[in-house]
């Protein structure tokens, strides 16, 4: 019987030693993302990460986030596993604006013009979005000098009340409208309308989006 009741509280004690090391673990997350964001001179409210994403803003670039940002930036606290942190890269001169309640897990986000990202936005796993072929289309430019320097960029924007699903991609010079459903997979690369669902790759019209209660 008093073996049976140690062991009992070997494991209470393990489970509380458990609930506490991911506690230290959280609040670890929480300020090691704080510090980046402020050694970055992102204008923030609010953040909650799971992990550490990395980030990258030049000194001439310029980063905002709204309220109640979250970001997921491991496979364990991944719904899907993806062991990808999350990434956030501002070219100098370069703007990247995310709103409020936007949420992203394992996403990479690239600014070398400006990217805007509205309110209530859910970013699922795998995403990118871009809005720079990153290189020259000319060959000529390929591995010298120039290739960053003859690379088109063009403004991403995505509206307010966005669900962007899984391995998603999103590319240069796309504005997404409001309550847009995008499906896990697809690869934008055309402008999309309010209140529609789109899919596929290249990424087409599938169907209106009807809200209802």
């Not at 959280?26 to 970055?40: D, H, L, Q, V």
């Not at 795998?126 to 430019?141: E, K």
Request: a positive charge.
């Amino acid at each position: 019987m008093h073996y049976l009741k140690s062991l009992k509280f070997i494991f209470i004690l393990l489970f509380d030693i458990k609930k506490i090391t991911e506690g230290i673990k959280r609040r670890y997350y929480y300020y090691i993302t704080n510090i980046s964001f402020i050694a970055n001179n992102i204008d923030y409210s609010s953040i909650d990460s799971v992990g550490i994403p990395i980030v990258q803003v030049a000194k001439s670039g310029k980063c905002e986030i709204g309220e109640n940002f979250a970001c997921v930036n491991n496979a364990k606290s991944s719904t899907l596993g993806i062991n990808k942190r999350c990434k956030i890269l501002v070219y100098p001169q370069a703007l990247l604006k995310i709103g409020s309640n936007v949420a992203m897990s394992n996403t990479t986000i690239v600014a070398t013009n400006s990217v805007e990202i509205g309110n209530n936005v859910m970013i699922g796993g795998g995403v990118t979005i871009m809005d720079s072929d990153f290189h020259s289309l000319n060959p000529i430019h390929w591995r010298t000098k120039y290739d960053e320097e003859y690379m088109k960029s063009r403004t991403v924007t995505i509206g307010n009340n966005v669900f962007i699903g899984m391995g998603s991609i999103i590319l240069k010079g796309v504005r997404i409208g409001t309550n847009v459903i995008i499906a896990a997979g697809s690869v934008v690369s055309r402008n999309i309308p309010d209140n529609q669902i789109w899919g596929g790759n290249p990424a087409v019209f599938i169907k209106n989006n009807v809200q209802t209660k």
